[in-house]
């Protein structure tokens, strides 16, 4: 079956330092999503990608879907305190269902 | 509020009894999701509906694990003979679809269940 692998697991920065974390599917796919959940919260869609070699940017975050359509990223620039938590990728099946990555953990030291 | 609701946020249970978790989807969304989270991970997809029918349902789901739409609106999850091993988040999301595409999903804040 499908499977969506994110790397790294964690990330710890200092606050104004980059970040960025990576998403890898087994399959080439129609489209990802990111989310973030806040320590003790729940998953928070952030953006959805769709076109081949697509860059969308929100504010200090910036989203790319690779050209295969297998892998994507998001990157964080100057960090806050405030972007504390777990972002997750995810790929749809076929049938509409989100398979989810395991996360990256970022905590952004003060 | 119109978000996602769950009920109830915390449930605390013996091994083997039954429970049964609701949640309350968007209004407007014709899809709806049960995902279970560990800590440490992503949430795992259980089964989803589409309106009222059940459309697909995890392999690695129990015959425990039954999960209901009746009226397309609300959802009842519910896990028969509880192991210790269920304990985790049960999260509860929305979406819309139109066509094949699917728009982001909603989530709930989620039930932790803890089987003890």
């Known amino acids: 079956g499908q499977q969506v692998m994110q790397i790294p697991q964690y990330q710890h920065v200092q606050e104004g330092e980059d970040f960025t974390t990576y998403c890898n599917s087994s399959t080439t796919l129609s489209n990802i999503q990111w989310y973030k959940q806040r320590p003790g919260g729940h998953p928070v869609f952030l953006i959805q990608l769709v076109k081949s070699g697509e860059v969308k940017k929100q504010k200090r975050l910036t989203f790319q879907f690779g050209e295969a359509k297998k892998n994507s990223s998001l990157h964080i620039t100057a960090t806050q305190t405030t972007d504390v938590g777990t972002y997750f990728c995810?790929?749809?099946?076929?049938?509409?269902?989100?398979?989810f990555g395991q996360g990256t953990i970022l905590t952004v030291h003060p | 509020d119109t978000g996602v609701s769950q009920d109830p946020r915390h449930k605390i249970t013996k091994r083997g009894q039954n429970v049964t978790f609701r949640c309350d989807p968007i209004?407007?969304?014709?899809?709806l999701y049960w995902y279970r989270q560990t800590l440490g991970q992503g949430p795992e997809f259980l089964t989803y509906f589409q309106n009222e029918a059940q459309l697909e349902k995890s392999r690695l789901l129990s015959d425990r694990f039954s999960a209901e739409r009746p009226k397309g609106s609300f959802s009842t999850l519910e896990i028969q003979r509880t192991e210790q091993g269920d304990s985790a988040m049960y999260l509860c999301?929305?979406?819309?679809?139109?066509?094949?595409?699917?728009?982001?999903?909603?989530f709930g804040p989620g039930t932790r269940l803890t089987v003890t």
């Open positions: 999301a929305s979406s819309a679809t139109q066509g094949h595409f699917q728009y982001e999903q909603y």
């Open positions: 209004s407007e969304h014709n899809r």
């Open positions: 995810a790929g749809p099946t076929s049938y509409g269902k989100l398979t």
